[in-house]
């Protein structure tokens, strides 16, 4: 008994095509998402190190200037290599 009309080679290529565009579509979209993830998860890393540089100021009772100054005065040059 069938079971209604086949579909000609041109209609099954068509519809692969088709199924092969919006799976395209699908990964381009995970990937902008994972691609968007990954930039906050950076911005929430530096965060993270933010807060723990503020809290050793915070602990050692110092400003941003005087760690600055600090770090400015035991920079290694070149030559001491």
Same mark, same amino acid.
């Given at each position: @008994?069938? +079971?209604?009309? +086949?579909?000609?080679?041109?209609?099954?290529?068509? /519809? /692969?095509?088709?199924?092969?565009?919006?799976?395209?579509?699908?990964?381009?979209? !995970?990937?902008?998402?994972?691609?968007?993830?990954?930039?906050?998860?950076? $911005?929430?890393?530096?965060? /993270?190190? @933010?807060?723990?540089?503020? !809290? $050793?100021?915070?602990?050692? #009772? @110092?400003?941003?200037?005087?760690?600055?100054?600090?770090? #400015?005065?035991? /920079?290694?040059?070149?030559?001491?290599?």
């Amino acid at each position: @008994m069938p +079971r209604g009309v +086949r579909k000609s080679q041109i209609e099954k290529l068509k /519809e /692969e095509f088709q199924n092969t565009q919006d799976a395209i579509e699908q990964y381009k979209a !995970a990937i902008k998402t994972q691609e968007d993830k990954l930039k906050q998860l950076k $911005i929430d890393i530096q965060t /993270e190190e @933010m807060k723990e540089v503020s !809290a $050793i100021l915070e602990e050692k #009772n @110092m400003t941003v200037a005087e760690l600055k100054e600090f770090l #400015n005065a035991t /920079e290694v040059s070149p030559s001491d290599e």
